[in-house]
């Protein structure tokens, strides 16, 4: 079984400010994996994915990802951040072989501040 | 109404009680999926239903009963739970489980709480 790590708990950053969320996962087997925003007292929302082909992803609302293979990571970056991206961000990964499994990270807590 | 909703959104409940989580979603999806999140802990897969149809349990204590009459609606049946079952419990819906790997949608999820 895949295990995900978020290595933040919790990241504090201005407005305005860049910000990398980590996520490192445990396989070295192929993988789909995929950024969530969980917004206090909702669902979570997919911010962005990755399949297949280019390793930089680009989601909704300015965020991105890169795919390191090597590295098993795929942190997750926002140039400029705003008051409104204050929220719980999960990692996941999913065995390409095995399509209803999902391994959620255990979160960052991303606090903008102003 | 659109998306993927839940009732009740809180619920509070005594060891001994038997009460029922719903899920709807109004996607047109084909599989659907139950979350538990507690807090600290990552979230995680309980069921997955394709087409009506388990298709996966994760390993969830039988005091945790899915049932899913159609592809649209998904309840979670609750009896005899402990205090460390309390926790958000999140629905989610995907085109079709078990494809290339679809979005899935979440619904808000429900808050339970078990005395």
């Known amino acids: 079984a895949q295990s995900v790590t978020q290595l933040d708990s919790q990241v504090p950053v201005f407005e305005e400010a860049p910000v990398e969320l980590r996520c490192n996962y445990s396989s070295s087997v192929s993988v789909y994996l995929f950024w969530y925003v969980q917004y206090p007292n909702q669902g979570l929302q997919l911010l962005l994915k990755?399949?297949?082909?280019?390793?930089l992803v680009k989601g909704i609302n300015g965020f991105e990802a890169e795919f390191n293979k090597s590295q098993t990571s795929f942190h997750l970056r926002k140039p400029s951040v705003h008051i409104s991206d204050t929220a719980e961000y999960f990692c996941a990964v999913s065995d390409r072989g095995n399509f209803n499994k999902f391994y959620f990270g255990s979160g960052t807590k991303l606090n903008v501040k102003p | 109404e659109t998306g993927v909703t839940q009732t009740p959104r809180h619920l509070v409940m005594g060891m001994t009680n038997k009460k029922s989580l719903k899920c709807e979603q109004h996607?047109?999806?084909?599989?659907m999926y139950w979350y538990k999140q507690s807090a600290k802990k990552p979230l995680e897969l309980m069921f997955v239903?394709?087409?009506?149809?388990?298709?996966e349990n994760n390993s969830v204590p039988s005091r945790f009963s899915p049932e899913c009459p159609n592809s649209s609606h998904l309840f979670l049946h609750l009896h005899t739970l402990q205090p460390e079952d309390s926790a958000l419990y999140l629905c989610?819906?995907?085109?079709?489980?078990?494809?290339?790997?679809?979005?899935?949608?979440f619904g808000p999820g429900t808050r339970l709480l078990v005395l």
């Open positions: 990755y399949l297949s082909g280019s390793t």
């Open positions: 239903y394709n087409f009506k149809e388990q298709t």
């Open positions: 989610a819906s995907s085109q079709e489980g078990g494809r290339i790997q679809e979005t899935q949608y």
């Open positions: 996607l047109g999806h084909n599989a």
